[in-house]
C-alpha cells in the first residue's frame, strides 16, 4: 500500500521495462524510462513492434539502467512489482520522464488510475503516454496524472487502420486538459493527399498550435518494412502542412540509427 493505493490488487501484463534514449517523437533524444505494456487492438501494416499485440508469458526487467541485463518475470506483473523494477532503474538526473508505452497502453486504463499516481509520488518524473489515440474514454480515467501525451494519428492509406473520429474527441480532451501534446504522423511511399488533407484539418479544427511530427517508415532493423516515401514527398507535404498547422516537424525514428530497441 502507498497511502490509499492498493497495488497489490493492480494486474497489468507487460513486455519489457528498460531505460533507453527516446527515439521518436517530440522527445527524441531524452533518457526515458519505458514501461512498455503488452496488449494492442490495432494491426498496423508498418508495425515494428508486432511482438506487442499479444501478452507473452514473461515480461523483462532491465536491472541495471541501460546495461541490457533483463530479470524474467512471469505475467501479469503487480503494481508492487512494477514499481520496484522502476525503483531499481530510477536513479536522480538520469531519466527526463516515464515513457509508458506498448502495444496499447490504454487497453489497461483501470489499472494504470491506480499505478500512475504511484509513479508519480515514487519518483517525482514526469509522465508521457505513448499511445495510438483511439481510445478516448479511456484516456478520461488517466488524463489528471499525465503530463505530456505523444498521440499517433493513423493514416488508412500508411497504416490500414482508420479512427478518424476517435482521434479527433482524443486530441480534444488533450487540448482542454492543458497536457502537453503532440501528434505523430507515420507516413510513406503510400501516404495520400487526402489522407494529409484530413489529418491537417482535424488538428487545426482542435488547435493549429498543437505540433506535429511526420515520421517516416524507417527501414533498418527487423519490422515489417514498408516503402518510406522520397525526400521530395517529405518535402512537399511538410510545405503543404504547415500552411495549416503552426509546427511540423520530421523525425525519423533515431533509436534504429542507434542500434536500441
Given amino acids: 500500500m502507498i497511502g490509499d493505493l492498493d497495488l497489490e490488487g493492480v494486474s497489468v ?8 534514449i527516446q527515439g521518436e517523437g517530440a522527445n527524441v533524444g ?39 541485463q533483463f530479470q524474467r518475470v ?20 538520469l531519466h527526463d520522464s516515464i515513457s509508458l508505452t506498448g502495444g496499447e497502453p490504454l487497453l489497461h486504463a483501470p489499472a494504470l488510475a491506480t499505478l500512475l499516481p504511484a509513479l508519480k509520488a515514487a519518483t517525482q518524473l514526469p509522465l508521457y503516454l505513448e499511445t495510438g489515440g483511439h481510445h478516448p474514454r479511456a484516456l478520461e480515467r488517466v488524463l489528471p496524472y499525465l503530463d505530456s501525451v ?5 493514416l488508412p492509406s500508411v497504416s490500414g487502420e482508420c479512427h478518424w473520429q476517435a482521434h479527433q474527441q482524443f486530441l480534444i480532451l488533450c487540448d482542454r486538459a492543458g497536457v502537453e501534446v503532440f501528434c505523430k504522423v507515420i507516413i510513406s511511399a503510400l501516404t495520400t493527399p487526402t489522407d494529409l488533407a484530413t489529418m491537417a484539418e482535424l488538428v487545426a479544427t482542435v488547435n493549429p498550435r498543437i505540433p506535429v511530427v511526420l515520421q517516416p517508415v524507417t527501414p533498418i532493423g527487423t519490422g515489417r518494412l514498408t516503402q518510406p516515401p522520397t ?31
Fill in 30 to 68: 531524452t533518457r526515458q524510462l519505458f514501461i512498455r505494456f503488452a496488449g494492442c487492438d490495432l494491426r498496423c501494416s508498418y508495425c515494428d513492434s508486432a511482438y506487442t499485440w499479444g501478452v507473452p508469458a514473461i515480461a523483462l526487467l532491465e536491472t541495471i539502467a541501460g546495461d541490457r
Fill in 74 to 93: 512471469a505475467n501479469p506483473l503487480s503494481g508492487t512489482q512494477i514499481l520496484a523494477a522502476v525503483a531499481q532503474l530510477h536513479h536522480p538526473h
Fill in 150 to 154: 505523444g498521440m499517433d494519428i493513423k
Fill in 13 to 20: 501484463p507487460l513486455v519489457e521495462i528498460f531505460s533507453a
Fill in 231 to 261: 525526400p521530395a514527398q517529405v518535402l512537399a507535404w511538410q510545405a503543404y502542412l504547415k500552411n495549416h498547422l503552426a509546427h511540423v516537424r520530421v523525425i525519423p525514428q533515431t533509436h534504429k540509427f542507434l542500434g536500441q530497441r
